[in-house]
């Protein structure tokens, strides 16, 4: 339940950092799932897997922010997101994590906001302290366009 004074929220590892996100956002972690890579694909998209007869699309934040490849572990989970853009064709997107998602109840008080990084590229939206925790937010919509923009031509 949110109330005005409060939002339910995810704090999920990355590799090299920490990403928040609001519970409404998320539909559902998945493990272990069959990873079909996408040919001509940028580094970001790391390819599709199928839930819930559909072809789920999977983002690679490590690989945006700049991680590279020979330093992100295998992971095999994934947050299922709904696409907040409502796009064409793209009404769920999965993120590759590290972390199992830690549920949080944040209140203002909880929230620091904080700097962006000067190399911070665009599917960082914020920095923020998220109950003592360093985090980033997505840039959703900049990630769902480009994800759409990618689709389009594979």
């Known amino acids: ?45 790391r390819g ?24 992100q572990t295998r992971i095999n989970r994934f947050v299922v ?21 830690h549920p949080v109840k944040l209140t203002p008080a909880d929230i620091q906001s904080l700097p962006r990084r000067e190399d911070d590229p665009t599917a960082v939206a914020a920095r923020v302290r998220a109950s003592g925790v360093l985090c980033m937010i997505p840039a959703f919509e900049g990630i769902e366009h480009m994800l759409q923009d990618v689709l389009q031509v594979l």
């Open 48 to 71: 599709v897997f199928e839930w819930r007869q559909s072809q789920v699309p999977i983002v690679s934040l490590d690989t945006l922010l700049g991680v590279p490849r020979e330093r």
């Open 1 to 45: 339940m949110v109330n005005n004074d409060s939002v339910h929220a995810f704090i999920i590892s990355l590799q090299e950092q920490n990403l928040v996100l609001p519970q409404s956002a998320v539909v559902e972690v998945v493990t272990q799932q069959v990873v079909r890579e996408v040919a001509g694909a940028p580094s970001w998209l």
């Open 81 to 101: 997101m709904h696409g907040v853009e409502r796009l064409p064709g793209l009404d769920y997107y999965a993120l590759q994590v590290r972390g199992i998602p």
